[in-house]
Antibody, heavy 119, light 106 residues
Framework: EVQLVESGGGLVQPGGSLRLSCVVSGFTFSSFSMNWVRQAPGRGPEWVSFISASSSIIYYADSVKGRFTISRDNAKNSLYLQMNSLRDDDTAVYYC????????????WGQGTMVTVSS | EIVMTQSPATLSVSPGERATLSCRASQSVGSKLAWYQQKPGQAPRLLFFAASTRAADIPGRFSGGGSGTEFTLIISSLQSEDFAVYYCQQYNGWPRTFGQGTKVEI
């Protein structure tokens, strides 16, 4: 069974840091690019970051550029999101999402991990 | 950035009725358009990619269409499990962008 499991969310003060993890199973992780997508309460999804299968290509949304860092460890079947200088508007459920093998729509999503930025 | 605009924001329908949801892109995305369904407390679920290709296990009462800047998702006969929020998303350019959603309610 294909599965993505996020962890690392929690309550953090503004200006603080968190590191999210996404452990995958059921497919060859090293063959797929990956993404982080977030969803603030009551809002639609917002794409956050992309990393290619070999980590050679990385993109970020403007809203997180310079503060967030995406990375992966193919040997550990794991995707990461290091989040620094967190702001109130970073409060959201964070999902890791995998695109399809022949298309870039997100066909597999994790269950999400909640990040709350508040003093 | 490509802005995705969905209409209507809320669609009130009865079980068995037809629902038509629209999505407009601020510039052409070709056919690189996906639709997702989301229920409370769940992650989005892929319904369509390439504008009109059903994802795995998506029932035939769902159909997608369009290209360029205008797209449509049709649910031909609403079932109780179809009441949810639906999002379109373009994957033609970076950043990937989503519409604000259409809530299909009774």
């Amino acid at each position: 069974e294909v599965q993505l499991v996020e962890s690392g969310g929690g309550l953090v003060q503004p200006g603080g840091s968190l590191r999210l993890s996404c452990v995958v199973s059921g497919f060859t992780f090293s063959s797929f690019s990956m993404n982080w997508v977030r969803q603030a309460p009551g809002r639609g999804p917002e794409w956050v970051s992309f990393i290619s299968a070999s980590s050679s290509i990385i993109y970020y949304a403007d809203s997180v550029k310079g503060r967030f860092t995406i990375s992966r460890d193919n040997a550990k079947n794991s995707l990461y999101l290091q989040m620094n200088s967190l702001r109130d508007d970073d409060t959201a459920v964070y999902y890791c999402a995998r695109p399809g093998s022949v298309y870039d729509a997100f066909d597999i999503w994790g269950q999400g991990t909640m990040v709350t930025v508040s003093s | 950035e490509i802005v995705m605009t969905q209409s209507p924001a809320t669609l009130s329908v009865s079980p068995g009725e037809r629902a038509t949801l629209s999505c407009r892109a601020s510039q052409s995305v070709g056919s690189k358009l996906a639709w997702y369904q989301q229920k409370p407390g769940q992650a989005p679920r892929l319904l369509f990619f390439a504008a009109s290709t059903r994802a795995a296990d998506i029932p035939g009462r769902f159909s997608g269409g369009g290209s360029g800047t205008e797209f449509t998702l049709i649910i031909s006969s609403l079932q109780s499990e179809d009441f949810a929020v639906y999002y379109c998303q373009q994957y033609n350019g970076w950043p990937r962008t989503f519409g604000q959603g259409t809530k299909v309610e009774i």
